[in-house]
């Protein structure tokens, strides 16, 4: 058995696993499971598929750090529910989700999954250190295009991509990447961070879009090589120029706020997968009315202990 780690992007999972089951699946008590259950569902089918040796559930200790948003002040704002002076903000959950998350940190728990968060830092951080500090193969599960930038043959890091749902798994290579975008996986931090991304709260460079960063890349390296053909005026038209000069606040703190950190100290975890014990995991079952996706889950990381 070959090991190679699975890393869980678990906001990115549950909120997908929320939205993709109806709430109608409910507990006895009437609070809604269907984020749980979906999760759950998630676990089994690319454990099954991918047959990692280790997992680690990827946790957002802080979904908006105040470091990023000192940076770029918009970054994420929309998604603030309340802003809290000495803590993270909250961030706006569906009520029917938010009292579903500590259900699923009990289950991955009683599954044996460690759950892994950074202080000031989002789970992207997290799996960008452990997947660039493992020695072993590493595959990242998200419906996030940042962390594409992690995506390394040489290293054997892929990305398990969410984006199009769990029936259409993409696995993205250094080959998808350069396929789907024109730019190495090492250029798209920079890619991303001209593009934009409303979803972030992120503007990009006004006027410039993928075509035109992925065709900057190719011309000029980085964004570092970019700025520096603007700023002679070489390699590129005056419109594009203009457009890359104009935007030269924001991308002098845009790539720090895109890049994933690589280099938290992380403390020690014991990732590799053991068989869950059936009776606890019957009991999480019958209490939150799980059934047969507290089940697969069980008998998919049996198989790979």
């Not at 997290?126 to 040489?154: E, H, K, M």
Request: charged letters at 25%; one cysteine or more; glycine letters at 8%.
């Amino acid at each position: 058995m070959t090991d190679r780690l699975m890393l869980l992007d678990s906001a990115s999972l549950y909120f997908r696993a929320f939205y993709g089951v109806p709430d109608t699946v409910k507990a006895a008590d009437g609070r809604p499971v269907n984020a749980v259950r979906g999760f759950l569902d998630m676990i089994a089918k690319l454990v099954d598929t991918y047959e990692p040796t280790h997992l680690v559930a990827c946790w957002d200790d802080d979904w908006r750090p105040q470091w990023r948003v000192d940076l770029i002040p918009s970054y994420k704002t929309h998604r603030v529910a309340e802003a809290v002076a000495s803590a993270p903000d909250v961030e706006e959950i569906p009520d029917p989700l938010e009292s579903q998350v500590p259900v699923i940190r009990e289950a991955l728990g009683t599954l044996g999954i460690p759950i892994m968060g950074a202080p000031d830092h989002e789970a992207d951080d997290v799996i960008g250190t452990l997947a660039s500090t493992n020695t072993i193969p590493v595959d990242v599960v998200t419906g996030d295009r940042d962390l594409f930038q992690l995506v390394d043959d040489d290293r054997g890091v892929r990305v398990i991509y969410t984006g199009r749902g769990m029936s259409k798994l993409e696995v993205l290579t250094d080959a998808v990447v350069v396929t789907k975008y024109g730019v190495l996986p090492s250029q798209y931090a920079d890619f991303a961070a001209m593009r934009g991304d409303a979803s972030d709260g992120l503007p990009g460079v006004a006027g410039v879009g993928e075509k035109t960063a992925a065709t900057l890349l190719a011309a000029h390296g980085d964004l570092t090589g970019i700025r520096s053909a603007a700023e002679a005026g070489e390699g590129m038209s005056a419109g594009v120029r203009a457009k890359i000069l104009a935007a030269s606040d924001y991308l002098d703190v845009a790539p720090r706020v895109v890049e994933v950190v690589r280099t938290l100290d992380l403390p020690p975890v014991d990732a590799r997968i053991t068989a869950p014990d059936e009776e606890a995991v019957a009991q999480l079952a019958g209490t939150w009315s799980l059934g047969s996706s507290a089940t697969r889950a069980r008998a998919a990381l049996t198989a790979r202990a």
